[in-house]
């Protein structure tokens, strides 16, 4: 195609109202053919400003949908995120709560028994302990000495 049909396509597509359907790459086209140095002898002085203004409307508009499609997809991306964190937020809650609980029963356990007597278990330390004669360890009697010790020779 020559700059006078593209041009002529330009003012076609404009006049029809078909340019408010073209793509992207459709509009940015135009915007490229528009800015050659023949595109305002071949519209005229008084049209040429209102065409660059309805196709760079036109490619601002599509521009935007495009942009409006990637914030819904950043949207749903962010909303799948966030449910993803949500769990992740209530597992650490809940192994955060198992911590403490073992943590606690550890102390219990420890406290409990530092309190028994050594050498028991806790279920004989709760009985009450009798004192017998048998259980008492023998003593030896000492005899004071009047003088000092002599070694006997052999």
């Not at 597509?13 to 135009?30: D, K, T, V, W, Y």
């Not at 595109?39 to 008084?46: E, I, L, Q, V």
């Not at 192994?95 to 028991?120: R, Y």
């Not at 259980?135 to 000092?148: E, N």
């Amino acid at each position: 195609m020559s700059i006078s049909d593209d041009l002529d396509d330009v003012r076609e597509s404009i006049n029809s109202g078909a340019i408010a359907r073209f793509p992207i790459a459709r509009l940015e086209h135009f915007a490229a053919i528009i800015c050659r140095p023949q595109a305002s002898s071949h519209f005229g002085a008084s049209q040429f400003p209102q065409i660059c203004e309805t196709v760079r409307t036109h490619l601002l508009r599509a521009h935007i949908e495009t942009l409006q499609g990637h914030v819904t997809e950043l949207h749903d991306h962010i909303t799948n995120l966030n449910e993803s964190n949500t769990k992740l937020q209530k597992l650490v809650v809940v192994l955060t709560v198992a911590s403490l609980i073992g943590t606690g029963a550890q102390v219990w356990f420890a406290a409990k028994a530092d309190k028994t007597p050594e050498g028991k278990s806790p279920a004989t330390a709760s009985q009450p302990q009798t004192p017998t004669a048998q259980s008492a360890p023998p003593t030896q009697a000492v005899v004071p000495s009047s003088g000092p010790a002599t070694k006997k020779a052999p």
